[in-house]
């Protein structure tokens, strides 16, 4: 009997951007828009929000191959009301050269927990590029919502309380908001184990 080893481990690699993100690519015969490229139509109930931001590795440098999705649910707290015209997922590419990304959005409602209690309004990212064996989860919440982090039962496992803070996004103006995520270093973002 031979014995089976186990393969290498494989990372998102140059080609994920054909396959996920093919217009961004310059390859525009295969669907009219990327997928998860608008979350929301004119009908959309909710305030319209903007997200940037970058994703960095422990140097400082930014990913410029990096692709970023969210989950969120809508402005009512509930998750799957496509009948409004919101998807509740998005998918970026990071700019070639800043790997900045940007979605157009709606800030979400705060969400009923398996616990019972509420989950702040907050939105999923999910990360994946070269060097990424397993995509990474964290969330980004809203600087404005002071109050309702404090019950977040999320929030609340994180057990070092300062790094709580690499979850806020910086609100730049009205609508519009930063978040940076940071995968080493001083700044490293606090990831989910989901």
């Not at 993100?21 to 390859?27: D, K, L, R, S």
């Not at 397993?134 to 300062?162: C, N, Q, S, W």
Request: glycine fraction near 12%; charge should be negative; aromatic fraction near 10%.
């Amino acid at each position: 009997m031979s014995k089976l080893f186990e393969s290498a481990s494989q990372t998102a690699g140059p080609y994920v951007h054909i396959g996920c993100v093919p217009n961004f690519c310059g390859i525009s015969d295969v669907y009219p828009s990327d997928l998860g490229e608008r979350m929301v139509t004119d009908a959309t109930p909710g305030e319209r929000i903007s997200i940037t931001g970058a994703v960095y590795d422990g140097t400082g440098a930014p990913l410029k191959d990096v692709l970023v999705e969210i989950w969120q649910a809508n402005s009512d707290g509930h998750y799957g009301n496509e009948a409004s015209g919101f998807t509740g997922w998005g998918r970026q590419a990071g700019h070639g050269e800043t790997g900045i990304w940007q979605f157009g959005t709606i800030k979400p409602g705060p969400v009923a927990h398996a616990s019972g209690h509420l989950m702040a309004p907050h939105i999923t990212f999910w990360i994946v590029a070269r060097g990424i064996n397993i995509g990474l989860h964290t969330r980004m919440y809203f600087p404005e919502d002071t109050a309702a982090h404090a019950d977040d039962p999320v929030l609340a496992l994180i057990e070092h309380k300062p790094r709580i803070a690499t979850l806020l996004a910086s609100r730049e103006y009205d609508g519009m908001y930063h978040f940076n995520i940071h995968l080493q270093g001083p700044q490293e973002t606090v990831f989910f184990d989901v």
